[in-house]
Every structure is written in C-alpha cells, then in structure tokens.
C-alpha cells in the first residue's frame, strides 16, 4: 500500500492567512487535491516575511502543495465559477468574517443546498455566534484572552507572549480533526455537515491542565514562570554554562534525581515527601540542582542525569531543533522543487501512516497558477 490517505479529496480552500491556510496543508501533505481560491492580491501572506528572493517564506510553509486560482468573488462570472468548484468538492474551507460568505451567495446553507455531501468548514476568530463573534481576532488578542498569556511568563514580570502563533495552529488543528470527523460521518450517512470552528476555543481547549484547576478546583491559576505548576523538580536551571530542563514527576524518580545530583538525604526530607510538598519547597530544590550544577555545563548535567534515567535535556534553539538528527529522521522536513527559489525544505505533518510515504510534496503555488488548468477542468 503507498497510496496517500487522502488521495482523491477534493477541498476547496477559500482560506488565508494562518490557521485555515495551516489545516488545508495538513490535509495537502496527506494527499488531498486543495484547490485555493485567492482574491485579487492574493492571500495575505504573499506580501508577509520573512522573503527569500521575494518569496515569501510563510506562505511556502502554510501553502505548500495546492493548486491556486484567482477568483473575485464579489464578480457574477468569478462567483459562478466558485459555486461550480464547491458543488465538485467534498470540503470547503473558510475563514472569513462571520457572513461574509452567506452575503457572497457562498454560505454554508447555500452550498450545501447545491451539494449535500459537502462538508463545509467555518474557521474564525470566536465562532459564528457568541458576544465576540464580530470582533477581529489575531494571534496576540486570543492568547491575551483566552487566559494563555496570563499563564506565561516569569510570576515577578508581566505575562508574556508564547513565542509562536499557537491560536492560529490550535484553530488548523482542530479544524483539520473537524473535518475529518465529518467526512467519516458521510461515510455513514452520505450527508455533509456544517463545521463551526473558533481559535479562542481552540487556544482554550488546549490548556486542559488550567481548565481542571478552574472548573473542578476552583483554583485561579497563576504564572509560574519556567517551572512546572504542579510538579518539582520539574523546570529549566542554570549550569555553569548554558541552561538545562528536568522533569522529574513522581517518587521513585526524585529518588534517583536525590542521589545523581549527590543529595541522597533530600529523599528523607519531610519538605520534600510528596509532588506537591516538593511544589511548594521549589525554591529550595532548585538550590540544590544550582549548587549541583554550577562546575558543569548544560550538557554535563543533562548526562548526568541522563544516565540516571532522569528525563533531561539541553536547551536547544528553534535552528538546532529544526535542523536536528531527531527532525530529519522522523521526516518532519522535506524537499521540494519551486520554480524561483529552487530546492528548498519545507515542513512536514508529524503523523506517520504505515505505508504511506513522505515528501514527493508540490510547492506553494504562484497566484493563479493553475487558474486556467482548474477552469478548463471544470468543461470537463
């Protein structure tokens, strides 16, 4: 078996930007035909960096292996066309403003009026309905709503960013799981359905250890900078040189932990008897492991520890982990040809299905790159 998962899906991709254009290239990677609809301008991310020979490197990444067609969606003919394309497709994918598309003649109820089997996928910044469900929403603003920032960051300084556009990949995430789910259910029923996906409740839904404090504990969760909420030893420390993680959750492996870091009578310690004893004295662990530390560097403490069969690890940059043994083994990268930058890496979906290859990826393509191909398909 070498047949893609899903060879012979047929999306069509009115996304752009971040998070639809991210879902539609998870399902790309798997062997779905995307066929993007892009205004004129094009997507958005045409015109963001970071630029490599006036390509854009965002949108090689979050485009890679679709087709493009430009269509002016508010023109009669550019419309007909659109509606030709969804009434041929299995997905559609969407990402505009709530009712936008509806004001097009393009929306959910009207699609699927034409096409039943459609599955129709609404991807926004608060969903289709709710109090905010008309507020803009980026990356920044979600994270500061939705209780993440408040999460992040050292407890003594301001809340702080996550350093990557995690509402956006939550929302592509989990739009990519939605459709999924609904195509299984035509399977059985042969009808489509209409798919509301929110960031806000995407970003929301993944922080399920800060959901169980609130709504089981009533807890009021606070930052804790770069230690565990719950757990000690369980956080970064500083070597002599260089910085380095532990992660040390129960007791048998705080025994093993006392004795590498040549501290065997923190085992009988009555401060650090459970987890959540060990939690509440951190500050005098993270003394020891300092004092432990400090004549070796970040990857002599790791080995150490290592050895010990303790989970630990240097830290390393996004550079040194994207360009890793690890990274290139498991197939996270791979090359494609693009026809002005040559050969160049580009991501990859993380799931491996047996028998199923990696790579043998298209690029992202130019605007309207296959706007004739795709038409002339459409005669046919």
């Given at each position: 078996?070498?047949?893609?998962?899903?060879?012979?899906?047929?999306?069509?991709?009115?996304?752009?930007?971040?998070?639809?254009?991210?879902?539609?290239?998870?399902?790309?990677?798997?062997?779905?035909?995307i066929i993007k609809v892009e205004g004129p301008g094009g997507d958005e991310y045409r015109h963001i960096g970071p630029f490599r020979d006036g390509e854009s490197a965002l949108f090689q990444t979050a485009n890679r292996g679709k087709r493009s067609i430009l269509l002016d969606l508010k023109d009669p003919a550019d419309r007909d066309v659109?509606?030709?394309?969804?009434?041929?497709?299995?997905?559609?994918?969407?990402?505009?403003?709530?009712?936008?598309?509806a004001r097009l003649g393009l929306g959910p109820?009207?699609?699927?009026?034409?096409?039943?089997?459609?599955?129709?996928?609404?991807?926004?910044?608060?969903?289709?309905?709710?109090?905010?469900?008309?507020?803009?929403?980026?990356?920044?603003?979600?994270?500061?709503?939705?209780?993440?920032?408040?999460?992040?960051?050292?407890?003594?300084?301001?809340?702080?960013?996550?350093?990557?556009?995690?509402?956006?990949?939550?929302?592509?995430l989990f739009a990519a799981w939605g459709i999924m789910t609904a195509l299984y259910e035509r399977e059985r029923t042969g009808q489509g359905r209409e798919i509301d996906v929110a960031?806000?409740?995407?970003?929301?839904?993944?922080?399920?250890?800060?959901?169980?404090?609130?709504?089981?504990?009533?807890?009021?969760?606070?930052?804790?900078?770069?230690?565990?909420?719950?757990?000690?030893?369980?956080g970064t420390y500083p070597a002599g040189q260089g910085h380095f993680a532990v992660a040390v959750l129960n007791d048998r492996l705080f025994a093993r932990f006392a004795a590498a870091i040549d501290r065997p009578e923190l085992i009988d310690d009555p401060r650090f008897a459970t987890d959540a004893d060990r939690r509440l004295n951190e500050p005098a662990l993270a003394e020891a492991i300092t004092t432990w530390a400090a004549d070796l560097d970040a990857e002599g403490a790791v080995a150490a520890l290592s050895a010990a069969g303790?989970?630990?690890?240097?830290?390393?940059?996004?550079?040194?982990?994207?360009?890793?043994?690890?990274?290139?083994?498991?197939?996270?990268?791979?090359?494609?040809?693009?026809?002005?930058?040559?050969?160049?890496?580009?991501?990859?979906?993380?799931?491996?299905?047996?028998?199923?290859?990696?790579?043998?990826?298209?690029?992202?393509?130019?605007l309207d790159e296959h706007g004739a191909q795709i038409r002339a398909e459409l005669e046919s």
């Open positions: 078996m070498t047949s893609q998962p899903l060879s012979g899906l047929r999306v069509l991709d009115f996304t752009r930007v971040l998070a639809g254009p991210y879902a539609t290239a998870l399902l790309a990677d798997l062997g779905a035909e659109a509606l030709a394309l969804a009434d041929r497709a299995d997905v559609v994918v969407e990402n505009f403003r709530p009712g936008v598309m109820d009207q699609l699927r009026a034409r096409n039943p089997r459609l599955v129709y996928a609404s991807i926004s910044g608060f969903g289709q309905s709710g109090p905010n469900h008309e507020r803009p929403a980026y990356d920044i603003i979600l994270q500061a709503m939705s209780g993440m920032m408040a999460l992040t960051g050292d407890p003594d300084a301001a809340p702080m960013m996550v350093g990557e556009a995690v509402a956006d990949v939550a929302g592509g960031l806000f409740d995407a970003l929301a839904s993944m922080m399920p250890t800060a959901a169980a404090r609130v709504l089981v504990c009533g807890q009021d969760p606070v930052r804790s900078g770069n230690r565990h909420a719950l757990s000690a030893p369980f303790i989970p630990a690890a240097p830290l390393s940059t996004a550079r040194e982990a994207w360009t890793s043994d690890q990274v290139m083994a498991r197939g996270l990268v791979s090359a494609v040809d693009h026809p002005q930058l040559g050969r160049i890496d580009l991501p990859e979906q993380p799931v491996h299905f047996a028998g199923a290859p990696r790579g043998m990826r298209r690029p992202a393509p130019g």
